[in-house]
T-cell receptor, first 113, second 113 residues
Framework: GAVVSQHPSWVICKSGTSVKIECRSL??????MFWYRQFPKQSLMLMAT?????????EQGVEKDKFLINHASLTLSTLTVTSAHPEDSSFYIC?????????FGPGTRLTVT | QKEVEQDPGPLSVPEGAIVSLNCTYS??????FMWYRQYSRKGPELLMY????GNKEDGRFTAQVDKSSKYISLFIRDSQPSDSATYLC?????????????FGKGMKLTVNP
């Protein structure tokens, strides 16, 4: 199967600090990865599409200077939440696209205090 | 009106019951319809994938799409406690979600032994 991992699975940070979340495709190469955010009792919402070697494409309303995405290799994409605030507390999930399917990571729960 | 509407439940049924999960959508450009299962603290995993209107069966699961009514359903026969999870519908304008997936809120299902 296609396995996608995320690290860390859970992180608590103080307001104003930055947090980096890693998304890795463990057994396949993915030219396209996606970053989603899920607030409690809400839908998974796409934040951005990340293509290896090029700039990410952000969805409307997502601040690209706040959510920095780097897809430096075919197996790794990173999401950095800069100057995090309590309203950024959420569940962040990445997915990697292969063979007509998006494979999802287990998610990262971010809590900003 | 949201692009995809899904009753978030929760839904609790006895073991062996037939479960019916539904989503409606407003964007007629959606051509591909998916059901994902998400266990607590895990990423979504693809359960069923359909393209055209009609039914698709896989074991105890049947996915139904009615494009004229913009309505999709997932039926689970002989439900088991292991089916307890959150079920999300997702839709895309491109095959396999090579681009944006739009999700419903997810329905939390509990199957009681």
């Amino acid at each position: 199967g296609a396995v996608v991992s995320q690290h860390p699975s859970w992180v608590i940070c103080k307001s104003g600090t930055s947090v980096k979340i890693e998304c890795r495709s463990l057994d396949f190469q993915a030219t396209t990865m996606f970053w989603y955010r899920q607030f409690p009792k809400q839908s998974l919402m796409l934040m951005a599409t990340s293509n290896e070697g090029s700039k990410a494409t952000y969805e409307q309303g997502v601040e690209k200077d706040k959510f920095l995405i780097n897809h430096a290799s075919l197996t790794l994409s990173t999401l950095t939440v800069t100057s995090a605030h309590p309203e950024d507390s959420s569940f962040y999930i990445c997915s990697a696209f292969r063979d007509s399917e998006q494979y999802f990571g287990p998610g990262t729960r971010l809590t900003v205090t | 009106q949201k692009e995809v509407e899904q009753d978030p439940g929760p839904l609790s049924v006895p073991e062996g019951a037939i479960v019916s999960l539904n989503c409606t959508y407003s964007n007629s450009a959606f051509q591909y319809f998916m059901w994902y299962r998400q266990y607590s603290r895990k990423g979504p995993e693809l359960l069923m994938y359909t393209y055209s209107s009609g039914n698709k069966e896989d074991g105890r699961f049947t996915a139904q799409v009615d494009k004229s009514s913009k309505y999709i359903s997932l039926f689970i026969r002989d439900s088991q406690p292991s089916d307890s999870a959150t079920y999300l519908c997702a839709m895309s304008t491109t095959q396999g979600g090579s681009e944006k997936l739009v999700f419903g809120k997810g329905m939390k299902l509990t199957v009681n032994p």
